[in-house]
T-cell receptor, first 112, second 115 residues
């Protein structure tokens, strides 16, 4: 059974600081997704990583994938309050990309 | 706005009842997925349809069923509801179903409260 573990689960940061969220998964997959969720809202797609070594960046967020280590990271640079949200990684499992196995999420709080 | 439309947004119902959640995928998307989000279980994949056919099944209870219609909208039917079924139910859609890495877009969700 595929397990997806994120850490930390809670992260309180100061504005301007950098930090990394880690996503480990337990079986072979080369499709990894990052989503953002604001409280009570939908999941917003941030990145889709499709191969070993993939790196994508959007604004202050950068995601990478190491399929050999079964690890993805979401790096936050110079955090701002607007980045406060819960971030989920999800791994595509099996023959269908829809069978996404989600991590528990990392609740990020960026304080002034 | 992801383009995935879900109704109703909120629903309160009693134990033992049956409800239907509806989803319209993004224009052009053939795959529809249903996910359940609860505090204790997190986000769980329930079921996927592609162009009207069931393609993958996750942790979907026997009391739950779904279908995708010829116009590609989908319905998730939840019956004999229990308190533990209270959750946020998401519909998502994507262009294809193959292992191609298409972005999967989520709707706003349907909040179900069972009392």
């Amino acid at each position: 059974e595929l397990k997806v573990e994120q850490n930390p689960l809670f992260l309180s940061m100061q504005e301007g600081k950098n930090y990394t969220i880690y996503c480990n998964y337990s079986t072979t997959s080369d499709r990894l997704y990052w989503y953002r969720q604001d409280p009570g809202k939908s999941l917003e797609s941030l990145f889709v990583l499709l191969s070993n070594g993939a790196v994508k960046q959007e604004g202050r967020l950068m995601a990478s994938l190491d399929t050999k280590a079964r690890l993805s990271t979401l790096h936050i640079t110079a955090a701002v309050h607007d980045l406060s949200a819960t971030y989920f990684c999800a791994v595509a499992y099996g023959g269908s990309q829809g069978n996404l196995i989600f991590g528990k999420g990392t609740k990020l709080s960026v304080k002034p | 706005d992801s383009g995935v439309t879900q109704t109703p947004k909120h629903l309160i119902t009693a134990t033992g009842q049956r409800v239907t959640l509806r989803c319209s995928p993004r224009s052009g998307d053939l795959s529809v997925y249903w996910y359940q989000q609860s505090l204790d279980q997190g986000l769980q994949f329930l079921i996927q349809y592609y162009n009207g056919e069931e393609r993958a099944k996750g942790n979907i209870l026997e009391r739950f069923s779904a279908q995708q219609f010829p116009d590609l909208h989908s319905e998730l039917n939840l019956s004999s509801l229990e308190l533990g079924d209270s959750a946020l139910y998401f519909c998502a859609s994507s262009v294809g179903y193959t292992y191609s890495g298409n972005t999967i877009y989520f709707g706003e969700g349907s909040w179900l409260t069972v009392v």
